[in-house]
């Protein structure tokens, strides 16, 4: 399959820097996006050394398929899940160490969304509230499920669209890297399909811009993804931009 990418990231309207940081490595065909936390500095730290890990681990993998990796297979895993799972892993272990070591960097962490395309299939890793989309032929669908407070009360509580809006603690994340020593990674597989366009986004996107709004903008943009990446973008600021935002979008095309 061949791939089309672009990806780009803004401040926003109300934040003085950019905690958010996106990774584009097409020749090891990952691409990701991860939104920093902890202020004064140490967010973007955070974010840069996840997205950063991530693809170092790709490149070293690939180059030498006999490397020792930094944790053990799980057995019900794939070996691409396995080895999206660990790079994941091994950043959450960094950050984590370096918060521990310097305390400019106490209490930093970041979350993460990344997929990889391997031999048809899209794998897609996240931790955290950061969002993988799919948009195909005309259905747009989430396909990761928020790690965060306001998510596990809705699973609980089913709670009121109401509810949902009035919520206190919506930028509560339950899981991010560089909390604990280790992380959970939630790893799902995907065939892909002649003409799939997956939407990676920090909640800078998702907190201003409506599902259907994305949609709207992605299938009146065609196969334009640059301008796809900016009018996103521009929508989220258009709603207040109260967030960084960040947005990569990756498609499919049969040769």
Request: hydrophobic share 35%.
């Amino acid at each position: 399959m061949r791939i089309r990418y672009a990806g780009n990231t803004h401040v926003g309207m109300k934040r003085d820097h950019n905690e958010d940081s996106l990774y584009l490595l097409p020749e090891e065909n990952i691409y990701i996006v991860a939104d920093g936390m902890g202020g004064h500095a140490a967010g973007e730290v955070a974010s840069q050394m996840a997205v950063e890990t991530v693809a170092q681990f790709f490149r070293e993998t690939a180059e030498d398929e006999d490397m020792t990796w930094p944790f053990k297979m799980q057995k019900d895993r794939s070996y691409i899940e396995n080895r999206l799972a660990t790079s994941v892993k091994l950043a959450n272990y960094r950050i984590f160490e370096t918060a521990q070591n310097d305390a400019k960097r106490k209490g930093m962490g970041t979350t993460i969304v990344t997929i990889f395309l391997h031999d048809k299939k899209v794998y897609v890793g996240h931790v955290g509230d950061s969002r993988c989309y799919r948009l195909r032929k005309g259905e747009y669908s989430q396909i990761t499920e928020d790690h965060s407070l306001l998510n596990d009360y809705i699973k609980m509580k089913d709670l009121t669209p109401e509810e949902i809006e009035n919520f206190p603690h919506k930028n509560v994340i339950v899981r991010a890297l560089g909390m604990k020593e280790t992380v959970q990674v939630d790893i799902s597989s995907l065939d892909a399909h002649n003409g799939d366009v997956y939407l990676l986004c920090s909640d800078g996107l998702n907190g201003m811009v409506t599902d259907n709004e994305m949609k709207d903008i992605l299938v009146s943009s065609g196969d334009d993804l640059e301008q796809a990446c900016n009018r996103l973008i521009q929508q989220a600021n258009q709603a207040g931009g109260t967030d960084n935002i960040t947005v990569v979008l990756v498609q499919f095309l049969d040769e």
